[in-house]
């Protein structure tokens, strides 16, 4: 009981305005979150729970729905989802989705995000919603697109019920003295000579990467583009994208992209972005026309990572070479 009363608090104080699954109306565009429960109501840290969302589609619009919710900063979709549909109020469409999630952490964790596009019904088409995966990458770039992140809120993960009692909030920490009460001297000495090196190290290592330094015999870091190139031509290297592992060459080949990006600018990126994310801050750090070359590639990356498309070799090798040749090109000229 006295474990129920703590995960309620803890949950009212992380995600305030949900109660009992429901949530603020949370809209973008042509779609709108009507609401969300999941089952079990209260998951056991590790374990699989359904999430069950509403969401209403305004008429004459087709929405395409993604497969998999956007990763969340502590819960993740854990497989594909199922969805069906139905007559909502005034013509519009609700869409019912359930989709499998797993909590990272116990205690208050932010549910992942649906992620849908929705366009206007072209003339004599029927409005509704498709998957993603029929969706025409080279398309996306259409004005009349409109891309939705919708927000559900959190739950409270509850620990194993293996820890009961007191134990249920309690949390790993590390050991408050590692050297034990009876300290030995020289061991204590030898730990504080090995720091001493490891810093005047460190020091001689950043010496000799500033400008104007004497220190010539350390060898520079690699510039970004390098360093990317070079695990670029590692991966391929490597085979994947010709013995049945497509979608781990697309994977780690966006990923090279994805981490180029953060060292080119630390502060604006994070390793943990969507793909419409990834390419939206690349075109507003390249430029539109700059990164074009890229748009048709991420997007085939998220189909064969979520959607189950499988290129063959050929074709994964010739988005591979878009990768390069960007970061080789216009990516350095940016």
Known sequence: MIRRLVAGGILLLACPGLLAGQVPSAQ???ARLVAFTNEPREPEFGEVFQL?????VAPDVVAFLSDTLAEAENSVSAGPGSW???AGPADSIDV???YPVMGLLPGAVELPLVELWTRPALSGETPGVRP???????ALDATEFEHALLYLGGIFVMPPSEMTGDDAMLMPRPPADVLGGDRSVWLVAAIAVVGLVAAVFAWLLFAGRTPGSSSSGLLPHPSPRTEALHELDRIRGMGWHTDGRVAEFYDATTGVLRHYAERREPTQWRAALTSTELLAGLREQWGLEAVA???ATVWTA???KFGGREPDASAAEQDWSKVRDWIAGEGEAG
């Open 28 to 30: 973008a565009g042509s």
């Open 52 to 56: 069950n969302i509403q969401v209403r």
């Open 84 to 86: 069906t549909i139905a």
């Open 96 to 98: 019912r989705a359930t």
């Open 132 to 138: 993603a995966s029929d969706l025409d990458e080279a």
């Open 293 to 295: 070359p890229l748009g």
């Open 302 to 304: 998220e189909c064969v």
